[in-house]
């Protein structure tokens, strides 16, 4: 009060009246006293004379570090928002690996920030709660404080988006008096029908929150009135046993909902919490939640990390032993598995990465699925089997190729669910396909296959834009392994071979430009079309398909007509895409045609020619009669060909026309099934589509 004096909140208050406030909120966790201080302190070092080395010598280092980590935190949120919301999340998490108790404080503090929100500014008030429900809240919930994160949740979602949260506060109102004594009924009967089986046992039911129903309604995508579980009830027996019990006796009074059974007490959640989960068909068709767990796990259930801390050897604090006794895990172990990632950089070049990391490790519910060997992986809810495999390890993510759910061969597109028995089909070859990414929602899997993308990529560039030197000085009858690079790198500011060769690759610098620059005395004849004939398609020095450059990282097949293996080819170097595949005959050839010097000689690789796939368009005018559409499909089956798309482009009274896109090996492959289409009767014409 003397360090705050005359100080007033945006409420009008005295400024003091905060901290008491957020002490008083930690009080009723019966928190330590070096907590309690620390809250009722907390600001003072921030918004007062005060300084650290006074909190040290009137009451101690203990609280004087902790206010210096509660400091530290408030100081970063008056940084610029997009600054500041990576560096929070990021130090935050680092202060409160050291103590929890910084983290206790700032939820407090937040708590009551939040409760006399309506006196700022409306811009202020919506960047508050946004980050209270992207930060603060999912951090509560790491550590199991319940209650503190679901009225931040609340509260947020109050300003956040009013509309919703009054239109479903009416529904629930409105629910309470059409089912109100239902309720009531329901409760008297599974105490009566546990008391009947000799379990002793607390009922009690209550209504959801309309920010966990608005949860609910955005991951599920359904209806308000298909949600099953608007009504919860909560059922305390004495021990484990007892709950397992009182499980079976409900099962056998009401209809069990199927897929809707969780046991969180064989598989603990990351923040300790424990409890069996039902959903039944009460009394008047009814559905309602069964939550069953002991004292104790509610307790957990509740307060979280802050239900453990006890006197215990004539000190008071908190109790890691009470708390394995309880059958709790390490309550950090979410937050100490961010702070690895935060301190290593693993996978993080930016702070956006990291937010997003951060906030999908944190923010997302669980599912609990099994190696083959019977290992637990803990994973967000909508993890896939990407997820899974660079959660076991990052060399089971880069060599997967297939996944087996519960024996069963799956898309790697399958969310997996709890119970899942989860094996990875790995193949040789760490050949990461950059549309994987889409096949991931942990962040630890993104970052892992942007890291290898990035890696193939500045490999792949080195390689093709030395290849395109190599081919550049040939025609002019040089060789690359006779001439000494420095003079080109000290003129054109490169640091070193390697990265002249990606520069190359990706189109940045000119391959006659080096040339020139090794060679003056060749100025000008570098890129004359004369030299293409030297060049025979025998001395190609790149293939494609298989012959060290991928597909949609350094090597593009042209839009404009469609290269299928066995086509002759040519590859064209783009500024900031790489080297594009073009058939002989492409009309963009024309465009290209005085510029030698970004032509590049490519073949097929024997692979690609013999077992490769490949995708393309056939454009089919055929008769209007029952049938034909069938036959055309066998006439393609039968030739080897696999559909992957088919549409009817205009349709006429005698004939139609379909566009067929077909999985062929070759061109060669493509022309058979274009004449196998042409013995038909009912076919008009088939052509194959460029572009």
Avoid at 7 to 21: M, N, T, W
Avoid at 563 to 589: A, M
Wanted: neutral net charge; contains cysteine.
């Amino acid at each position: 009060m003397k360090m705050h004096g005359s100080q007033l909140r945006a409420s009008g208050d005295p400024y003091f009246a905060h901290p008491i406030q957020v002490a008083g909120i930690l009080t009723d966790y019966k928190l330590d006293t070096a907590t309690i201080v620390t809250a009722l302190l907390h600001d003072v070092v921030e918004d007062t004379t005060a300084t650290r080395d006074d909190i040290a010598e009137r009451f101690g280092e203990e609280v004087a570090s902790l206010v210096e980590g509660v400091t530290k935190l408030s100081r970063l949120e008056l940084q610029a928002e997009h600054t500041r919301q990576a560096e929070n999340l990021r130090k935050f998490i680092l202060a409160i690996s050291k103590d929890v108790r910084v983290l206790l404080v700032k939820l407090a503090d937040r708590l009551h920030n939040m409760r006399t929100l309506r006196f700022v500014k409306p811009e202020k008030r919506e960047r508050i709660s946004r980050e209270t429900l992207e930060v603060y809240a999912p951090l509560g919930r790491s550590i199991g404080i319940h209650s503190i994160a679901q009225e931040l949740e609340e509260l947020s979602f109050e300003h956040l988006n009013p509309a919703a949260r009054n239109a479903l506060q009416r529904r629930l109102d409105a629910l309470k008096l059409e089912h109100g004594e239902a309720l009531e009924k329901v409760t008297r009967e599974v105490g009566a029908v546990l008391a009947d089986a000799d379990i002793q046992a607390q009922v009690a039911g209550r209504q959801k929150t309309p920010y966990s129903i608005w949860r609910k309604l955005q991951r599920k995508s359904v209806g308000f009135s298909a949600l099953s579980d608007i009504y919860a009830f909560r059922v305390i027996v004495d021990d484990d046993a007892d709950c397992y019990a009182a499980l079976g006796v409900i099962h056998r009074r009401w209809p069990m909902v199927p897929d809707r059974f969780k046991d969180y007490i064989s598989t603990p959640k990351s923040n300790n919490y424990r409890s069996l989960h039902t959903t039944v068909v009460g009394p008047g068709g009814l559905r309602i939640e069964m939550q069953i767990r002991t004292e104790a796990m509610d307790r957990v259930a509740e307060d979280g990390v802050a239900a453990h801390w006890a006197y215990k050897n004539h000190a008071y604090g908190f109790d890691r032993e009470a708390m394995e006794k309880d059958g709790g895990r390490d309550p950090l172990q979410n937050l100490r598995h961010l702070v690895q990632v935060v301190e290593s950089g693993e996978g993080h070049e930016g702070n956006d990465d990291w937010v997003e990391h951060a906030k999908l490790e944190m923010y997302l519910d669980q599912v609990f699925v099994f190696t083959p060997k019977g290992a637990l992986i803990t994973l967000p809810r909508g993890a896939m089997p990407l997820d899974f495999a660079y959660a076991v390890h990052t060399g089971i993510g880069e060599t997967a190729v297939g996944v087996k759910i519960n024996g069963e061969l799956k898309p790697m597109r399958t969310p997996l669910v709890n119970g899942d028995v989860v094996e990875i089909v790995r193949g040789a070859k760490r050949e990461v396909p950059s549309d994987w990414r889409s096949l991931t929602v942990t962040g630890r899997a993104r970052s892992a296959i942007r890291r290898n993308i990035r890696s193939t990529e500045r490999s792949e560039y080195q390689k093709l834009g030395k290849a395109t030197l190599e081919q550049t000085l040939s025609r002019v009858g040089k060789n690359l392994k006779e001439v000494a690079l420095a003079p080109v790198l000290e003129t054109l500011a490169i640091a070193t071979e390697d990265d002249l060769f990606t520069a190359i690759g990706q189109g940045r610098v000119s391959p006659a430009k080096v040339a020139e620059t090794l060679f003056p005395a060749l100025k000008g004849t570098v890129t004359s079309v004369k030299a293409r004939k030297r060049i025979s398609d025998d001395e190609a020095r790149l293939f494609v398909n298989g012959g060290g450059l991928t597909p949609g990282v350094s090597i593009h097949f042209g839009a404009c007509c469609s290269p299928l293996p066995g086509d002759r080819i040519v590859g064209i170097l783009e500024p900031g895409k790489g080297l594009t595949v073009h058939t002989i005959d492409c009309n963009r050839l024309a465009q290209v045609a005085d510029d030698d010097s970004i032509w590049q000689d490519l073949q097929w690789t024997p692979r690609a020619e013999t077992s490769g796939l490949a995708a393309t368009r056939l454009r089919t005018t055929i008769q209007n009669a029952p049938g034909v559409l069938g036959a055309v499909a066998t006439v393609i089956g039968e030739a080897g060909g696999n559909i992957l798309n088919l549409s009817m482009t205009r349709r006429q009274q005698d004939f139609f026309d379909v566009d067929i896109d077909v999985e062929v090996k070759d061109a060669k492959h493509a022309t058979g099934i274009m004449a196998a289409l042409r013995t038909n009767p009912s076919v008009d014409t088939v052509e194959r589509v460029r572009g």
